[in-house]
């Protein structure tokens, strides 16, 4: 880990110039330190927006300026004074001085997209792992380069592995498609189709994201396995750090040792440590799948899962309290605070309003019990 702050760093990183194992540690910095991990998302708002700029083109009526300026030339160096160099050129000065700085800005555009960046290029190398893995239409032979928009797919005797730019590495399991959708110094992004692969990466909090057919997985510093059915369906598995599984406005966190479940229409369900016990599981799975029980049997299962929840399941209750109303969310409430009270300046009334400070608050209390690794995140929201 880098022993001072990496402000210094950020431009070397962004642009690919670190190496692989630098890359690795200002990474590993930028996850445990909050300053230079608030100064780095900034910086990743600028160069986005910088990327969104506009290219202007030069309107018509400066091209015809300029043409009829060179029809004055000649006139104007035979009856040449200063006073009517002044005079007649007065507008055209100010439309050459406008396209002088349209082309410095054109070079300066030009210049940034063509920065060279070798590790953060337009495509992922692709190693073949065993069988013959395509990508697109193509076998490759002992590797190959992933393009932008292209598919990597593997058939039940393949697979490969990916170089995911300087941040990390994809195994893809057999039977998998994936697409290569974006790979930017800020956010690089697969499509997971179906198919199963394996994600080991040291990047900052959301660089790298994996989108399947019903949720998105946002990397925070992790390694994790990812599943997705032929239904749409997907599982997550974290093995190190963290990664927030999110669709619209519904977001699960899932530690180390966590796995979490999606389904199309419904987006990711609630965490759960893969040490609880198989009622535990079964009885949240249907809590957050299964559309067709009542009012009356979801408090039936919800009462039976607190029962059966140790406090290291106040991951899964802590992500419930908000996905369940009235007298359920009371009942998770009681449960929780027997584990860990809520901390000082966390209400029971707030809790149940749903206060994100206040939950976010709590949450900082009861991580002790989910993980001991430092590099959890320190607030929900901010990640
Ligand atoms: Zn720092």
């Given at each position: 880990m880098f022993s001072h702050h990496v402000t210094k760093e950020f431009s070397a990183y962004v642009h690919g110039e670190l190496s692989s194992e630098e890359s690795r540690r200002f990474a590993e910095h930028i996850i445990s330190c909050q300053k230079c991990h608030t100064k780095f998302e900034e910086i990743k708002l600028g160069i986005k927006l910088a990327e969104q700029l506009p290219r202007l083109s030069a309107p018509d009526h400066?091209?015809?300026?300029?043409?009829?300026?060179?029809?004055?030339?000649?006139?104007?160096?035979?009856?040449?004074?200063?006073?009517?160099?002044?005079?007649?050129?007065?507008?055209?000065?100010?439309?050459?001085?406008?396209i002088v700085l349209l082309a410095i800005g054109l070079a300066i555009l030009w210049h940034h997209r063509n920065r060279p960046a070798p590790p953060l290029g337009p495509?992922?190398?692709?190693?073949?792992?065993?069988?013959?893995?395509?990508?697109?239409?193509?076998?490759?032979?002992?590797?190959?380069?992933?393009?932008?928009?292209?598919?990597?797919?593997?058939?039940?005797?393949?697979?490969?592995?990916?170089?995911?730019?300087?941040?990390?590495?994809?195994?893809?399991?057999?039977?998998?498609?994936?697409?290569?959708?974006?790979?930017?110094?800020?956010?690089?992004?697969?499509e997971l189709a179906r198919g199963k692969m394996s994600a080991r990466i040291w990047a900052p909090p959301r660089l790298f994201f994996v989108d399947t057919p019903s949720a998105v997985a946002a990397d925070l510093g992790c390694a994790y396995t990812l599943e997705v059915d032929d239904a749409g369906s997907s599982l997550l598995r974290v093995t190190f750090g963290w990664v927030a599984l999110e669709l619209k406005d519904r977001e699960s966190m899932v530690p180390?040792?966590?796995?979490?479940?999606?389904?199309?229409?419904?987006?990711?369900?609630?965490?759960?440590?893969e040490d609880a016990s198989p009622d535990f599981r079964q009885l949240l799975t249907q809590l957050d799948f299964d559309s067709s029980l009542s009012a009356a049997q979801k408090t039936d299962a919800l009462l039976k899962l607190l029962s059966q929840s140790r406090a290291r399941d106040t991951l899964t209750l802590w992500h419930l309290l908000?996905?369940?109303?009235?007298?359920?969310?009371?009942?998770?409430?009681e449960r929780m605070a027997a584990f860990v009270p809520p901390p000082p300046g966390v209400t029971r009334d707030g809790a149940l309003q749903l206060d994100q400070p206040m939950l976010d608050q709590w949450r900082d209390r009861l991580e002790d019990s989910w993980t001991n690794s430092n590099l959890a995140p320190k607030s929900l929201k901010a990640w």
């Open positions: 400066l091209w015809e300026e300029i043409e009829s300026l060179r029809a004055r030339q000649a006139v104007s160096t035979t009856q040449f004074t200063p006073r009517s160099f002044l005079n007649n050129w007065k507008p055209q000065v100010a439309g050459i001085a406008a495509s992922w190398r692709v190693a073949r792992l065993g069988g013959t893995p395509k990508i697109g239409s193509a076998g490759i032979g002992n590797g190959g380069q992933l393009g932008v928009g292209q598919w990597l797919e593997t058939d039940s005797t393949s697979k490969a592995e990916i170089s995911v730019a300087s941040i990390g590495q994809v195994q893809i399991d057999p039977n998998t498609r994936v697409r290569l959708l974006e790979t930017q110094p800020t956010e690089h992004r697969l180390s040792g966590a796995a979490c479940q999606t389904r199309p229409g419904i987006g990711p369900g609630t965490p759960y440590f908000g996905r369940v109303a009235g007298s359920d969310r009371e009942r998770v409430y």
